[in-house]
């Protein structure tokens, strides 16, 4: 089978599998605090490690030991070192009066980010249509996050700056300080997933498309992290699923459904990762990220505002246009190879 082919056929394991994801995530934590998304996060990690465990696993002379590797294992620390910082910092920003329009609108920057880190890393260049799509894809990402469940208006606006005035002007050198820590801990974030991104295209590009070995060891490495940083979290949201009773609830249902799709999805993920670059890789998520979105309108019957749409749109016209630019870069990079 050609890469086209196994694109395509990922892609249906992506959509599938993490629209699905989202969706019983959604009707999981609906009624239940932060815990049980902690407890989920874990337990996906370790489902996906348990289940490709037999893969790496050699039984000799009554002895178990890993096989052998075909990537140093230093490069999947360093994969782990990358998530974690990424994960900790965006979820610690809120401390640092860091509101949620503006982690949304960083977090938006996704898909620029890892467009920059690879022109400047990997020497990446972009035709002007991918870079036009990019930031048509930043622009709808943020109207749509602010403006999910109330329309723009110029006076709403004009009232929000009025309001950051007033409280900046009331604001002390100590909350100046401390909104300036969250700002730098945002960008830290969406550098470190950027880098993530970037990092594993160049893992699979030296070392082979392993994404097997990649999936298990990030798993299984981050599983200590879990336990030490977030084990009391962890047991919490344990307890608020089973709850008093030991009948099989809807929640357990959607808790194993959840479970099962993750998994379908970060295989799809990492197969994806290992056929096309991060630039290419971070669109494709973006996008499934908005067919959540709709699928989430539809299915419960949430409601999404008439400027919402209008960055839905804007999001579907970007990737039109990516996949438009990216018909070109093989020839554009020969020409300028020749040029140089």
Not at 28 to 42: A, H, Q
Not at 96 to 110: T, W
Not at 302 to 328: K, Q
Request: proline share 1%.
């Amino acid at each position: 089978m050609d890469s086209s082919a196994i694109v395509m056929n990922t892609l249906v394991f992506v959509f599938g599998g993490c629209c699905t994801n989202v969706l019983t995530l959604e009707d999981l934590i609906k009624d239940k605090n932060s815990d049980i998304g902690t407890l989920v996060t874990f337990t996906q990690f370790l489902f996906v490690a348990l289940s490709l465990l037999p893969g790496f696993v050699l039984f000799e002379g009554g002895m178990i030991r890993l096989k052998q590797l075909n990537v140093p294992l230093r490069v999947y620390i360093w994969s782990v070192i990358l998530f974690y910082i990424s994960s900790s910092t965006n979820n610690s920003v809120f401390k640092y009066n860091i509101s949620i329009p503006l982690h949304v609108v960083f977090r938006c920057f996704g898909t620029v980010i890892t467009m920059i880190i690879g022109w400047l890393i990997n020497k990446k260049r972009y035709s002007r249509l991918q870079v036009i799509s990019a930031c048509l894809l930043t622009i709808g990402a943020i109207v749509t996050s602010l403006y999910r469940d109330h329309e723009f208006s110029l006076e709403a606006v004009h009232s929000w700056w009025v309001h950051k005035r007033y409280l900046a002007e009331k604001s002390d050198h100590q909350n100046d300080t401390t909104f300036l820590i969250g700002i730098c801990l945002l960008v830290i974030s969406s550098i470190s997933s950027a880098l993530l991104s970037v990092y594993n295209e160049w893992t699979y590009k030296t070392y082979g498309k392993y994404w097997q070995e990649n999936l298990f060891y990030t798993h299984f490495l981050s599983l200590p992290i879990f336990i030490v940083k977030d084990g009391t979290h962890i047991m919490t949201g344990y307890q608020q699923l089973m709850g008093s009773s030991f009948r099989i609830t809807r929640s357990h249902i959607a808790f194993a459904l959840n479970i099962i799709t993750q998994n379908i999805c970060i295989r799809g993920v990492n197969i994806l990762a290992s056929h096309t670059n991060a630039l290419t890789l971070s669109v494709i998520l973006t996008v499934r990220k908005f067919v959540s979105l709709l699928l989430s309108v539809v299915i419960y019957k949430n409601v999404l505002s008439y400027t919402s749409y209008v960055g839905v749109a804007i999001v579907f016209s970007g990737t039109l246009l990516y996949i438009l630019g990216s018909r070109r870069p093989s020839s554009m990079v020969s020409s300028t190879k020749k040029s140089q």
